[in-house]
């Protein structure tokens, strides 16, 4: 397990769109040990593959719970609504308000291939769908509210 460089906003591949990942194999597993590791050493609560120069559709999530890993995530259904402030560990420095739904399911796979949804609120529902917009390359800075 090694920790990853994280791209910053200036970087062009934050801004692409990540590809679906058609076979978990030992380099898939190695990249999801690499991101949790890059994740905790930056004190971040989420990163998303793209943010460490890899477009595949994977995400590492921790917000205080315990880890969470999805690869090919989808947000299946969301309610309600919730403004706060983020921030974005290859946007250094910048910090914004930004309305996210209240709760939130995302079904994907887990590094066994194996299906799971995961249904979060608050925190975990903000870092779910911030985690998400990376693999569509979009930065929460779009989303900031004036």
């Not at 989808?74 to 609504?81: A, K």
């Not at 921030?87 to 887990?110: A, E, F, H, M």
């Amino acid at each position: 397990m090694a920790i990853r460089n994280i791209l910053k906003d200036e970087d062009p591949t934050l801004r692409k769109k990540s590809r679906v990942v058609e076979n978990i194999d030992t380099r898939i597993v190695t990249l999801m040990d690499d991101m949790i590791d890059t994740m905790y050493a930056a004190d971040g609560v989420g990163l998303a593959a793209p943010q460490v120069g890899v477009l595949k559709r994977i995400i590492v999530v921790d917000v205080g719970d315990g880890i969470i890993e999805l690869i090919n995530p989808e947000l299946i259904d969301s309610w309600g609504e919730q403004i706060d402030t983020e921030g974005c560990l290859s946007i250094p420095g910048v910090t914004g308000d930004v309305s996210r739904p209240q709760g939130v399911k995302v079904r994907g796979l887990n590094r066994k291939g194996e299906s799971i949804e995961i249904e979060g609120t608050d925190l975990l529902a903000r870092a779910l769908c911030h985690e998400i917009d990376h693999l569509d390359g979009v930065l929460f800075t779009d989303r900031v509210i004036d």
